[in-house]
Nanobody, 120 residues
């Protein structure tokens, strides 16, 4: 059965950095597309970044230049630099065979989420 388990969240001051990790079962990691989403209190879930098996990546405009998504050895990563208070949210990793489903926000597999809090 596929599993995704996030870790690495926490409390950080504005301007700081965090690296999120998402450990995936082998069957999940072999899927074509993986992604990070986030959901802040009272807001809709948004797509942060995605990456394909071939290494193609894409980022939401507000994360470009600050966040880096990568994948290696059954783990998905999100390096977050220059964090801002508005980055505070629960961050989720996800995976699907179809990149279209990732972009649509409806991937088949989800992690449980990890809280990131950025203080001003």
């Amino acid at each position: 059965q596929g599993r995704l388990v996030e870790s690495g969240g926490g409390l950080v001051q504005a301007g700081g950095s965090l690296r999120l990790s998402c450990a995936a079962s082998a069957s999940i990691f072999s899927l074509n597309a993986m992604a990070w989403y986030r959901q802040a209190p009272g807001k809709q879930r948004e797509l942060v970044a995605w990456i394909t098996n071939g290494g193609r990546t894409s980022y939401a405009d507000s994360m470009k230049g600050r966040f880096t998504i990568s994948r290696d050895k059954n783990t998905l990563y999100l390096q977050m630099n220059s964090l801002k208070p508005e980055d505070t949210a629960v961050y989720y990793c996800a995976a699907d065979t179809s990149l279209r489903m990732i972009v649509a926000g409806t991937p088949d597999y989800w992690g449980q989420g990890t809280q990131v809090t950025v203080s001003s």
